[in-house]
């Protein structure tokens, strides 16, 4: 994915919660794309509704708009002026995820991507992280894991 993906780094309190699941799944098969899929199946839909609402994983609200480019944005578009990172819906419509053996992308092959997730102080662009991984994301891994463990 061109754009940006998410790559999971993981605090020690998520990793002791997210090990304990991993390690028995692990001792019990190693194929673990089917769990990597159900977790993208969450995940995709997780994302593209905290786009809508304009949030970052942490819950946070996405940095404002340059008021310069709100005005231009409100000349061009009727369709959600002041919504952020809403314009075309191109980015949320192409969030997209990969998942194989060996683990799980999420992301967009969007050039702007990258942009909108790390931010480009240079033009003055603030990073609105909109990939990663809320606390009820982090739980929600672990259902699915736990269900996934008791499936097999």
Do not use: C
């Not at 390690?23 to 994302?47: F, S």
């Not at 061009?76 to 990172?85: C, G, Q």
């Amino acid at each position: 994915m061109a754009g940006a993906k998410l790559k999971t780094e993981w605090n020690a309190e998520d990793l002791q919660k997210i090990n304990a699941v991993f390690t028995q799944l692990l001792q019990r098969t190693d194929n673990l794309e089917p769990l990597y899929r159900d977790i993208g199946e969450y995940l995709l839909p997780a994302h593209k509704d905290r786009i809508t609402a304009g949030v970052t994983p942490d819950g946070l609200p996405f940095e404002p708009l340059d008021p310069k480019y709100l005005k231009s944005k409100r000349k061009r578009t009727s369709n959600a002026p002041d919504d952020i990172l809403i314009l075309s819906d191109v980015l949320r419509g192409q969030l997209a995820y990969h998942a194989d053996r060996n683990g799980l992308e999420l992301g967009t092959n969007t050039p702007y991507g990258a942009t909108h997730q790390f931010g480009r102080p240079d033009d003055g662009i603030p990073a609105r992280p909109y990939l990663g991984f809320s606390t009820a994301d982090i739980d929600e891994i672990e259902q699915i894991a736990r269900d996934f463990l008791a499936d097999i």
